[in-house]
T-cell receptor
Framework: DGGITQSPKYLFRKEGQNVTLSCEQN?????MYWYRQDPGQGLRLIYY???????QKGDIAEGYSVSREKKESFPLTVTSAQKNPTAFYLC??????????????FGPGTRLTVT | GQQLNQSPQSMFIQEGEDVSMNCTSS?????WLWYKQDPGEGPVLLIA?????ELTSNGRLTAQFGITRKDSFLNISASIPSDVGIYFC???????????????FGKGTKLSVKP
């Protein structure tokens, strides 16, 4: 069964700690994305990666970092520099290079709570 | 960043009613996507539109890509209780030079059951 997995579903951290959210896909997609969702808001792009070993900042990259060492994996680290880290984090992936590359498919999300 | 105006923000439905929602933008898009999100889950892609004037159906859902390329609407016919959720539109336009632009999301339309 092809899809995107995010773990864990719920994550709790103390303020000042870095935390890494996992995202894995077996859809053989080249591109992967991280979004943040706050109540009543649309999705805001944090980082994206079109190919392995390359990634770009999105609209709200400050306080976050990513890596893309494998095609299947795109972990997101929420650092202590992120001023308001409590949110629902969504990972997505898409093909590259053709019409279907515009269609992003999402994982189930990780809800991060920082106290 | 660029915004999509999605309306209405929320609406109540009674089983069997038809539902309509739309998204507008101040700039031209090449692609419109419609997603549905259930509480605590990731968005699921419902319909993708690639051509101005295109009308596409997926079961009881119908979406259209506006002729001006600045708007799109989604209709749900004969609504049922499982239609409840948040519906997001997303648009994409090509960056300068023809490279793939990222998705821009509306803030969502929340469908609830009439009390």
């Amino acid at each position: 069964d092809g899809g995107i997995t995010q773990s864990p579903k719920y994550l709790f951290r103390k303020e000042g700690q870095n935390v890494t959210l996992s995202c894995e896909q077996n859809l053989n997609h080249d591109a992967m994305y991280w979004y943040r969702q706050d109540p009543g808001q649309g999705l805001r792009l944090i980082y994206y990666s079109q190919i392995v070993n390359d990634f770009q900042k999105g609209d709200i990259a400050e306080g976050y970092s990513v890596s893309r060492e494998k095609k299947e994996s795109f972990p997101l680290t929420v650092t202590s520099a992120q001023k308001n880290p409590t949110a629902f984090y969504l990972c997505a992936s898409s093909r590259n290079g053709d019409r279907g590359s515009y269609e992003q498919y999402f994982g189930p999300g990780t809800r991060l709570t920082v106290t | 960043g660029q915004q999509l105006n999605q309306s209405p923000q929320s609406m109540f439905i009674q089983e069997g009613e038809d539902v309509s929602m739309n998204c507008t933008s101040s700039s031209i898009f090449n692609t419109w996507l419609w997603y549905k999100q259930d509480p605590g889950e990731g968005p699921v892609l419902l319909i993708a539109l690639y051509k101005a004037g295109e009308l596409t159906s997926n079961g009881r859902l119908t979406a259209q890509f506006g002729i001006t390329r600045k708007d799109s609407f989604l209709n749900i016919s004969a609504s049922i209780p499982s239609d409840v959720g948040i519906y997001f539109c997303a648009g994409q336009h090509r960056n300068y030079g023809g490279s793939q632009g990222n998705l821009i999301f509306g803030k969502g339309t929340k469908l609830s059951v009439k009390p």
